[in-house]
């Protein structure tokens, strides 16, 4: 019969108090991975690192991987690579960039935010009035 005990593994202890990299999923890394490796071959490593990066290039690009995607299109043409996958990489350059210093803040200054929550406020209305409609669920 194994022996119980009460106290928890000390290392167990020290890697709550962390963040959790393994909820990543690893199919997701894997793709995201593809992108930033076709990014070193056309561009050099880290090359965001190297020079300042706008944050508006990077939306841009964002913007249309996510818009081929949910377009029917599952890798982009010129890489082969999965759209996903480069807007991952695309998220996450924009990332390492903020934290290192290397990105030209040129976002929007807009009011979009505040937008959304008075436009989700209207579809909520709308919802409780239009019987019959797809989103009444």
């Known amino acids: 019969m194994p022996l119980k005990r009460k106290t928890v ?9 962390k963040v959790d990299l393994s909820v990543i999923s690893p ?3 894997a ?15 880290r090359n965001w690192r190297d020079k300042p990066i706008t944050a508006r290039a990077y939306i841009g690009a964002v913007l249309r991987h996510i818009h081929a995607w949910a377009e029917g299109e599952e890798v982009a043409e010129d890489s082969k690579v999965h759209h ?12 390492d960039a903020m934290e290192n210093g290397s990105l030209i803040d040129n ?13 989700n406020d209207w579809v909520k209305s709308r919802k409780k009035t239009k019987v019959g409609h797809p989103w009444n669920v």
Not at 9 to 17: M, T, V
Not at 31 to 45: I, S, T
Not at 107 to 119: S, Y
């Open 9 to 17: 593994n000390p290392k167990a202890i020290q890697g709550a108090k």
């Open 27 to 29: 199919v997701a890394i």
């Open 31 to 45: 793709h995201e991975a593809c992108a930033l490796m076709d990014g070193e071959w056309k561009y050099g490593p």
């Open 84 to 95: 996903l996958g480069h807007a991952r990489a695309c998220l996450g350059i924009l990332l």
């Open 107 to 119: 976002r929007d200054k807009g009011v979009f935010p505040k937008t959304m929550v008075k436009l």
